[in-house]
């Protein structure tokens, strides 16, 4: 049985950490990606 638990946590574990990292790059990713509320950009103040 201890055996059995030790294969699959080192199967799951990985894969969650590869699920909640890549849901934190996204979110990261995302709100890199949109300028702040209130700002405007070059081609806004242009036209």
Do not use: N, Q, Y
Request: proline letters at 6%; glycine letters at 8%; hydrophobic letters at 45%.
């Amino acid at each position: 049985m201890d055996k059995t638990l030790t294969v699959i946590l080192a199967l799951l574990v990985p894969l969650g950490w590869g699920l909640l990292s890549a849901w934190a790059f996204d979110r990261l990713r995302l709100r890199r990606s949109c300028p702040p509320t209130g700002t405007t950009t070059a081609s806004e103040e242009e036209g």
